[in-house]
């Protein structure tokens, strides 16, 4: 039995009864994670701008766009919620292998659910496998795969959606294994360079592995066939891992542990809404401001110790003219508003706070350096050191060796259910805490229906 094959048998079986209560839990957790992002990346205009063009296309009013107000195809409703769900980049996301499943996987799942009318607990199975098949490759390929130029949320989200579908329509293995062979031929090829250079159709990367995702499961219910190996790939050599790393990759993770260990316990949550290279620094810089304040103007430079992941993704600077994705990957501008708003949520990330000079000038001062003993311990430890260096010569220091959010240091379901309520904004209060209940209590909904309508 090749890989993909013992991948596609083991997702066709996972069943609600034989999952680990740990395991449901926290398939709850990346679902109530999901809604905060909703609500935060509304905060763009860019984000905005997507929902108009797909509401403009006039689609069939079968599926919710969450939080925009309207419905549309099965299709562009994914597209939309993925988009939503990537775009202000708090998302979950696997250390292991640099994507962020839930922006795919539960877009997809929860479109589907809404046409077949489904219940909680079969989404928790389609999250749980979703995740297993996104985060499996990308683990298989990591670092190497984005080095390589391409962002594994939208390559191998696509599988984690086409396996989140084909689970929620009852798939056996053989239907199972042939739409992964078919979301491995339409899965995007997701730049790295668009994010890099701060270009805005990164936010669809989830939105448009959502979309291929539902249209790979879907073609192979009508008898489309895809490759069976598709994953490792074969003698040919054209194999999803062969043609997208070159370096080392480590086929036997598509399926080491499988059954024992759920990789959707190894996702993290994010707190604050940039890249998790980040926050490190950001963590550091507001525990700072809580030991003491501090006066911007005697702020002379401030240092960026961090590994070298970070200072070759995050640590270029900012400048007039830059788009929020810029902001996001950027520790300059990161630290440089925490400094300024003792906060780093969707506000902070918009482009009407971008313009602000002061900021900009505060981000000028920030300088990130690759620090060796740093790196020696990644990717075991993300640590980032901030120094700052007051004009009286005082350094004030702190170090981040394990971010909020990793599962060493978790963000459990009252700090989930805070970061709904902080980045719902002035929503109404009423319905937020519904929601939120009702996701920590999802297996007992038995419409899903009812929890897309509160959202």
């Known amino acids: ?41 509304l905060e763009l205009n860019a984000v905005m701008g997507v929902a108009a063009y ?28 993925g988009t939503t769900a990537e775009a202000i980049e708090a998302q979950d996301g696997l250390r292991f ?26 989404i928790i199975e389609a999250v749980v496998a979703g995740y297993e098949a996104a985060n499996r490759p990308a683990a298989a390929m990591h670092p190497w795969h984005t ?25 056996d293995a053989v239907l199972m294994q042939n739409a992964l062979g078919c979301a491995g031929y339409l899965a995007p090829i997701s730049m790295a360079e668009q994010l890099m250079g701060g270009f805005t159709v990164k936010i669809v990367q989830g939105g448009q592995a959502a979309l291929s995702g539902l249209m790979a499961a879907g073609l192979a219910e009508s008898g ?12 040919l050599k054209g194999g999803f891992i062969q043609i997208t790393t070159k370096v080392d990759p480590k086929f036997e993770k598509l399926t080491e542990g499988i059954g024992e260990h759920y990789t959707i316990m190894d996702i993290y949550f994010k707190p604050y809404t940039a890249c998790r290279h980040t926050h490190g620094s950001a963590q550091a810089i507001l525990t700072l401001l809580k030991e003491q304040p501090l006066d911007i103007d005697e702020i002379k430079e401030i240092d960026i110790f961090t590994y070298g992941m970070a200072a070759v993704a995050v640590g270029k600077g900012i400048a007039p003219g830059d788009t ?20 780093l949520g969707p506000k902070q990330l918009t482009e009407k706070r971008m313009v602000d000079p002061n900021l900009l000038a505060l981000a000028r001062k ?9 790196n020696k311990i990644y990717p075991e430890k993300t640590s980032s050191r901030v120094e700052i260096v007051l004009a009286d010569g005082r350094r004030l220091i702190k170090q981040v060796d394990i971010p909020k959010g990793d599962p060493r240091d ?26 939120i209940e009702m996701v920590l209590n999802l297996e007992n909904i038995t419409d899903i229906r009812e929890l897309i309508e509160l959202i």
């Open 54 to 81: 797909i509401r403009s296309l006039g689609g069939p009013p079968s599926v919710t766009a969450l939080g925009c107000g309207f419905k549309t195809d099965l299709h562009h409703a994914a597209f939309v919620n």
């Open 366 to 374: 920030v300088t990130v350096r690759m620090d060796d003993e740093l």
């Open 147 to 171: 080095l390589g130029g391409f962002l594994p949320t939208g390559t191998c989200g696509t599988f984690g959606a086409a396996a989140a579908v084909a689970h929620l329509k009852g798939y």
């Open 410 to 435: 978790p963000m459990e379901a009252a700090d989930l259910a805070e970061k709904v309520r902080f980045f719902a904004g002035d929503r109404d209060s009423d319905k937020t805490e519904r929601i």
């Open 224 to 235: 489309i066939t895809g490759d069976r190996q598709v994953l490792e790939g074969s003698d």
């Open 1 to 41: 039995m090749n890989h993909t094959q013992q991948l596609a048998t083991f997702l066709a079986k996972i069943s609600y009864d034989e999952l680990p209560s740990a395991v449901v839990h926290k398939a709850k957790l990346c679902v109530l994670d999901y809604v905060a992002n909703i609500y935060g990346s």
């Open 97 to 122: 292998g640099g994507n962020h499943p839930g922006t795919a996987v539960i877009p997809a799942a929860l479109a589907m659910a809404e046409v077949m009318k489904l219940g909680g607990k079969a």
């Open 324 to 343: 929020f994705v810029n902001a996001q990957f950027s520790i300059p501008y990161v630290v440089a508003v925490c400094i300024l708003d003792g906060a």
